[in-house]
């Protein structure tokens, strides 16, 4: 798989809104539009669209927020993979290729991610990542997960 992340920015920003997961999904994220006006709330936050081959397939978000825990988490938030790519492989690719991204950016620190428990495809692929649950929620409810970096 030929997968790249790349930064949201105004040639892809349109092409982002366009991206929608199945009807079944729509009570675990927010919609890209949604995303994006956070982002610009919340400047922690990074927005960035998930290509394979050139063409865009999903998009996240992650950011190290100060303030959380002792001395800040790291998070990766809202990976989502459009309904037409899904079942593909996609999303444990690009949540391994995210984890690596931030590491590199924000060096070796434990990163956090929240899902709803009945939301099991995704707490698979986490888990298969080595992100485990902490006895945490975030405002939403969501379970909150954390994955240790051990070098």
Known sequence: MDLHIHDVT????????????????KEFIE???ECLEDAVAWRQFRPVGLYAGGVLVGFAMYGFFEGEGRNGRLWIDRL??????????????????????????????PIYLSVYPDNAPAIGIYEKLGF?????????????????WNG
């Open 31 to 33: 919609t890209p539009y």
């Open 80 to 109: 989502l993979i459009d309904e037409r790519y899904q079942g593909r492989g996609y999303g444990k690719a690009f949540m391994a290729l995210l984890t690596e991204r931030v590491l590199e950016e924000y060096g070796g620190q």
């Open 132 to 148: 485990r649950f902490t006895d945490e929620r975030d405002v939403n409810g969501e379970h909150i997960m954390r994955r240790d």
């Open 10 to 25: 105004a040639e892809n920003y349109r092409e982002i809104l366009a991206l929608h997961v199945a009807e079944s999904q």
